[in-house]
Every structure is written in C-alpha cells, then in structure tokens.
C-alpha cells in the first residue's frame, strides 16, 4: 500500500485530503505544522508528500528541501507563488498545485506519478 504524508495547518483541507486518499487505498499521515512533518518523514517512508506552502512554523519548501534527496513524490498546494518560490520549485522537482483545486485533479496527478 502506497503512503502518503499531508501537511497542512487548515485543519479542515488537512481532513478532506485525508480522507480522500484514505478512501483511494492510501496508508495516510497527517500533520499540521513542518516540524510535525519533519518527524514523520525521519521517521517513515513515504511515497508522496503533499503540502502545504505557509505552515505555521516553516514554509512548505523548506520542508521539500530536507527531502530533496528521497525518491519521494513532492506535491506542494498554494494559492499564490512569488517569482523567486516558482524558481525554488523548479529546482527541487516539486508538482505544483494550486488552491483551490479539484480533489479529483489532486489524486490524479498522483496516481499517474507513481504508475
């Protein structure tokens, strides 16, 4: 069963994107602040990450670029990027998905990422 790691502070988009992975036969964890998904990523693995851009206490690339190295798949959702975060993007492999969007198109694009 593949796993996936959400990180989102909205509690509510944190539930649903559970949910929806969770009814989609994926093993999920959940955390709402970086350094709650920093613990988890040391200490599981993952097939996906999706998260969120502003999160409390770091933002979501920041996040991205302990893992760069992981062959992970690294989604990250936002409703704006400045220029100098779609750049950083780029760099790091990240799927950029933008908020709000489709919970349909959101497990598509992983679903045709991990075949």
Known sequence: MKK???VDDNKALNFIMT??????NYKVDSALTGNEGIEFLNNNDYDVLVTDLNLPDLIGLELISIIKDKPIIKI???AYLEENIIKKIKELDVIFIEKPFNNQELLNTIESRLG
């Open 19 to 24: 949910s929806i992975f969770k009814r989609n």
């Open 76 to 78: 990250l959702v936002a």
């Open 4 to 6: 996936i790691l959400v």
